[in-house]
């Protein structure tokens, strides 16, 4: 979450109940939102490790340990040979990315479509970037 995105629920908060934003003013940032974690947790807000193994492991808490390290074995094993496939066939088909990458590349072409970099002393690394009302402009 960036922070435009945080301010936009945070004063949804606030104007529906103020003292519940007070409250949330009295913690850190950085202790309960994403927008404020530099990164840390990568997107992720369950830091409880339990938590966790819990939701991976669901139904083998009660098997002992043999059957549970091979429950987790094979359900991996599944996993990579499910995506191994996946992976595959888009080689086959040509692709050179997943589509979340290709979307990713996508999108920012386009935006940078609407740019253009004029150089002025690339020894320094000076450049002025131009963002056009038309793309095709140039």
């Known amino acids: 979450m960036i922070e435009p995105r945080f301010f936009y629920y945070y004063n949804i908060v606030r104007d529906t109940n103020a003292k519940a934003a007070q409250w949330l003013n009295n913690i850190p940032r950085e202790k309960w939102t994403l927008a404020w974690d530099n990164g840390r947790r990568w997107g992720h807000m369950t830091t409880n490790l339990a938590e966790f193994i819990n939701s991976v492991l669901k139904k083998t808490q009660n098997l002992p ?20 496939r996946e992976v ?42 131009e ?7 140039v």
């Open 88 to 129: 595959d066939a888009m080689i086959n088909a040509g692709h050179v990315y997943s589509e979340i990458a290709s979307k990713t590349i996508q999108d920012a072409q386009s935006k940078a479509n609407t740019h253009r970099v004029i150089t002025f002393d690339r020894s320094s690394t000076r450049f002025l970037v």
């Open 65 to 84: 340990i043999c059957s549970m390290v091979m429950a987790t074995y094979t359900r991996c094993n599944k996993f990579f040979v499910q995506r191994g």
């Open 131 to 137: 963002e056009m009302q038309h793309p095709r402009e």
